[in-house]
């Protein structure tokens, strides 16, 4: 299993969503990014390397199985507009992106299907881009 990492900003933000999730009584909290967040790597947001999805960030990503190829970000449930290629963190692909790095393999399973994305190209990301400036 590959190491993850995350900002501190960016883990407080989803350590207080999944909070917000188990106080509310009609609403899972989502298992898989608290063990995410569990296992990354915290760093300060200007020591993140430039190629880790973050939230907010763009990727390109292949689907190892179809070949197909899309550009996604990564970003709260609240902004999440699967036409406009913007995925929550609390989806699958969206825990399974967060932390990863370019080049790496990332994998998630639904009910009877299991997908394979390797991340291309890590397209923008926030911390980075706010290094630059």
């Known amino acids: 299993m590959n190491t993850i990492y995350i900002t501190e900003d960016d883990y407080q933000l989803l350590h207080n969503l999944i909070q917000q999730q188990q106080q509310q009584a009609n609403t899972a909290p989502n298992i898989r990014l608290k063990e995410e967040l569990k296992r990354a790597k915290r760093v300060p947001a200007e020591l993140i ?24 970000e990564i970003v709260f449930p609240n902004k999440a507009d699967f036409n406009a290629g913007k995925i929550s963190v609390l989806s699958p692909i969206g825990t399974a992106l967060l932390g990863s790095r370019e080049g790496e393999e990332v994998v998630w399973s639904v009910p009877y299907c299991k997908f394979t994305y390797q991340i291309q190209e890590v397209l923008y990301q926030p911390e980075a881009a706010a290094t630059l400036v």
């Open 49 to 72: 390397p430039p190629d880790v999805v973050t939230l907010n960030s763009r990727v390109r990503v292949l689907e190892k199985k179809s070949g197909s190829v899309m550009d996604i």
